[in-house]
């Protein structure tokens, strides 16, 4: 249940700038991935949000005018175990019941070497927002973008974990988010 890599995903995620010349790009859900890696009584798991979109606009020359927003559905989160897919979206966790949505949102972008970058904005799970960092990778080639990145989060700064789960006892505290994103021009 370590699950709690939203955000941003969640995303996090691929870059964006506003300027001029800034594009538009809408993420293809079917083409990308975000996904989660916790740890359960020392045993790492995998897992993956089956839900999420996202626009982001963003210009390679002027990064820091950009911004993104990113949206994932908590209740898609998915390690292919039963006994953790039934409880992510539960109170203890995700909360999906009232919290159904958690987002990222980049406020800008910054160059951090030769098709590198970092997102700058906030990641908000149950209601609860905290400015990340997420670095990534990113080429674009015609009217695609492809971004890969990593950040690693401490599941219950987000509420992530209640009652027996809110310690590191059987679940570790630490959550890495991996994001694989395309995304298609949509406007110049």
């Not at 990064?63 to 559905?73: I, K, M, Y």
């Amino acid at each position: 249940m370590m699950f709690r890599s939203i955000g941003f995903a969640a995303a996090l995620l691929v870059g964006a700038s506003v300027s001029a010349h800034a594009a538009t790009w809408t993420i293809d859900t079917a083409k990308s991935t975000l996904g989660f890696t916790g740890s359960q009584s020392g045993t790492p798991f995998n897992g993956k949000f089956g839900k999420f979109s996202g626009t982001i606009v963003f210009d390679p020359a002027n990064p820091g005018a950009g911004h993104a927003d990113v949206t994932v559905e908590t209740a898609s989160a998915a390690t292919g175990d039963q006994q953790k897919d039934g409880a992510m979206p539960g109170s203890d966790w995700f909360a999906a019941d009232k919290f159904p949505t958690a987002a990222f949102k980049a406020t800008s972008f910054k160059s951090t070497g030769t098709g590198t970058y970092e997102a700058d904005g906030t990641l908000t799970i149950r209601g609860m927002s905290k400015p990340i960092a997420l670095p990534f990778t990113l080429a674009i080639t015609g009217d695609t973008a492809k971004a890969d990145g990593k950040v690693q989060l401490i599941r219950t700064d987000y509420g992530v974990g209640q009652g027996a789960w809110a310690s590191a006892q059987y679940v570790a505290l630490e959550v890495a988010v991996t994001v694989a994103i395309v995304a298609t021009k949509t406007a110049p």
